[in-house]
């Protein structure tokens, strides 16, 4: 299943993510989110999380599912895709977080932020927040290294 999510891996590879801001830049021109390829993967995606292939854990405000844990095949990021349209679980990304956000419904936020790349640097802190509407959120974390707080 990772081939669904080739481009946005590519996207990523090898991505500086200590300077979120010029990291988000760079993924918008490596990845346009308007560009030809974001219809035809939110169309999959779509498809996929009717299938219950992804997503398929919890329940709403949170729905998540492991894709593929960080290995070679995944350019050493871990893929999980999340259905929200609240709060998640706070927690710390000890090497960064890049996020790809597709509007599902409504008019959504991903920490306030508009649909597209959203991208935390290390060692950085939140709790994941939806509001406004529904996302797909795919998260790729470099060496798939997460860590929940309390």
Known sequence: MIEHFAPLLKAAQGLDLSDPKAAETELQ??????GP????LKTDLLRLLEEGKICENGAMPVRWGRVSKAT??????????VLMDGA???????????????????????????P????????????PTVAGGTMLIVYLLP????????
């Open 72 to 81: 070679p095949e995944s350019l050493d990021f871990s893929i999980d895709v």
């Open 29 to 34: 021109a490596r990845w346009d989110p308007q």
């Open 116 to 127: 597209g790349w959203v991208v935390f640097g290390p060692d950085s802190v939140h709790i």
């Open 88 to 114: 998640g679980p706070r927690h710390r990304h000890p090497g960064g977080e890049v996020d790809y956000c597709i509007a599902l419904d409504g008019v959504p936020t991903f920490d306030g932020r508009a």
């Open 37 to 40: 390829g974001a219809q035809a």
């Open 143 to 150: 060496q798939g290294a997460m860590e929940f707080l309390k």
